[in-house]
T-cell receptor
Framework: QKEVEQNSGPLSVPEGAIASLNCTYS??????FFWYRQYSGKSPELIMS????GDKEDGRFTAQLNKASQYVSLLIRDSQPSDSATYLC???????????FGDGTTLTVKP | DTEVTQTPKHLVMGMTNKKSLKCEQH?????MYWYKQKAKKPPELMFV???????INESVPSRFSPECPNSSLLNLHLHALQPEDSALYLC???????????????FGEGSRLTVL
């Protein structure tokens, strides 16, 4: 079992729809959770970080964390073609000097 | 504009060459990282420097040699590379939070390396 697993993808949604990206992790002592967006040919960009159970909203993005289920998700409301990218989930344990990345989910938003 | 700057953006080198990748961050962060990324794969951690000391080496071959001259600068010295080392090399930094590194990574634009 991989430490961090994401939807196999690719994921395609129509413009204006809600895109739902999911991530599960295996290390129960994980404490920090991140979503990065990576456009083709570019470097990853941090878009959301979440540390406690529940929802965290930032504009059209909502991160949801459920530590009991070891599950973190990213919802993108009113998806736009500019949201088309690969989304990387990353998880970090307390006192660990590094994050572990999932393989990423590629999202395509069709006009 | 990114606050983590990497040079060069592109590098082509032969297997006998010696070259260096450079990274500079202006955010006052105390941890800096080198990642390697192949096409359609996630970033793969190579090295972590925390407070200018090497804290993690992910069993990287010795043909890659990191250096952290100060808290703002990070270099990756390359020597006798193989064609399979061709990849996007990403530098990142993260902020300290007490004795813990928060984990939020801020990436540079990367250096695309081709080894002939």
């Amino acid at each position: 079992q991989k430490e961090v697993e994401q939807n196999s993808g690719p994921l395609s949604v129509p413009e204006g729809a809600i895109a739902s990206l999911n991530c599960t992790y295996s290390d129960r002592v994980s404490q920090s959770f991140f979503w990065y967006r990576q456009y083709s040919g570019k470097s990853p960009e941090l878009i959301m970080s979440i540390y406690s159970n529940g929802d965290k909203e930032d504009g059209r993005f909502t991160a949801q964390l459920n530590k009991a289920s070891q599950y973190v998700s990213l919802l993108i409301r009113d998806s736009q073609p500019s949201d088309s990218a690969t989304y990387l989930c990353a998880v970090k344990s307390a006192n660990a000097g590094k994050s572990t990345f999932g393989d990423g989910t590629t999202l395509t938003v069709k006009p | 504009d990114t606050e983590v700057t990497q040079t060069p953006k592109h590098l082509v080198m032969g297997m006998t060459n010696k070259k260096s990748l450079k990274c500079e961050q202006h955010m006052g962060h105390r941890a800096m990282y080198w990642y390697k990324q192949k096409a359609k794969k996630p970033p793969e951690l190579m090295f972590v420097y925390s407070y200018e000391k090497l804290s993690i080496n992910e069993s990287v071959p010795s043909r890659f040699s990191p250096e952290c001259p100060n808290s703002s600068l990070l270099n990756l010295h390359l020597h006798a590379l193989q064609p399979e080392d061709s990849a996007l090399y990403l530098c990142a930094s993260s902020q300290e939070a007490g004795t813990l590194i928060t984990g939020e990574l801020f990436f540079g634009e990367g250096s695309r390396l081709t080894v002939l």
